[in-house]
């Protein structure tokens, strides 16, 4: 089968479309056969030997990916059934989606909702998922349309970006946080109906700030997250499911006592299967289908490191879709 292998020498992470076997496979319940996968971020930084996302070599990369079942020792899964996966360390320390089989556990797999192509589920990917949990986070806490605005930091990110059009699509006020001016229009195509920089959003590090937004997702964390937490209202929620900025959090207790604010925090890795099914069937009822043709750039798997070096770069914006077999 075809795959793109990541493998390192002499310290250099190098990457290659080629031809492997099947029985080269790590352990597993379930095997699929995959059609689509996803580049993210992390991707690109594994691909590129960015950081430490991968230790041990060979690799193959792909973090999600969806397809439909060509083996199980599973009863939960019939042969030919539409599967997807996001997180489980696919991809970092368990071979990925972009390869034209993956073996995984089943307790990783999610049935794929009805009327959710497997192309479509990967547009939205770990990062439209993550999104979606987000939002769910959000309403469980009280914030509802109506409240007032919420906003979204990394807005340009592929779970900001996927947050914001599910927050219109329901009905919120949403206010994007983006560090690229350039970014407007995409992020007001999207829904958002007020952008700020990052240098029009207040980063003076006060415990408690202006009362401004009836909630907030937070991809970036750090000192972005304090400024969140300080400008939240009365009762409001505040949902962070990234650390792109720093996992230190320069706050104190006063919005959570003053103010009752709530700090929800969200993994997609560790999220029980009923909310994996639930978050999934939701993506599915909400997401509009402009959402699929707006945010999407489609590549062949051989096209992968060409394009994680221009996300690297920053010069890749949406969606990378990635079609790992006909």
Sequence with gaps: MRALLLEQNDGKTASAVGQINTEQLPEGDVTVDVYWSSLNYKDAMAIT??????????????????????????????????????????????WGGLAEQARV???????????????????????????????????????LPGNGEVIVSGASGGVGSTAITLLATLGYNVVAISGR?????????LGAKRILTREEFSKEGRALDKQRWAGAIDTVGDQTLATLLSQTVYGGTVVACG??????????????????????????????LHRRM????????????????????????????ETAAGIMANTVTGRTLVKVRS
């Design 49 to 94: 030997g960015t950081g430490k996302i991968i230790r041990d070599f060979p690799m193959v990369p792909g973090i999600d990916f969806a397809g439909r079942v060509s083996s199980s020792q599973d009863k939960r899964y019939n042969i030919g059934q539409p599967v997807v996966l996001t997180g489980w360390g696919v991809g970092e320390t368990h």
């Design 105 to 143: 556990k089943g307790d990783w797999l999610v049935p794929l909702p009805e009327g959710l192509e497997a192309r479509h589920a990967m547009i939205i990917g770990t990062a439209g998922f993550t999104a979606m949990l987000c939002v769910m986070a959000l309403e469980e806490g009280g914030v």
């Design 181 to 189: 001016a350039s970014n407007t229009d995409y992020l007001t195509q």
């Design 243 to 272: 650390l792109a900025g720093g996992y230190k959090l320069p706050t104190t207790v006063m919005p959570f006592i003053l103010r009752n604010v709530r700090l929800q925090g969200v993994d997609s890795v560790m999220c029980p």
């Design 278 to 305: 639930d978050a999934w069937e939701r993506l599915a009822q909400t997401l509009p289908a402009s959402f699929y043709e707006q945010t999407a750039t489609e590549i062949s798997l051989e096209q992968v490191p």
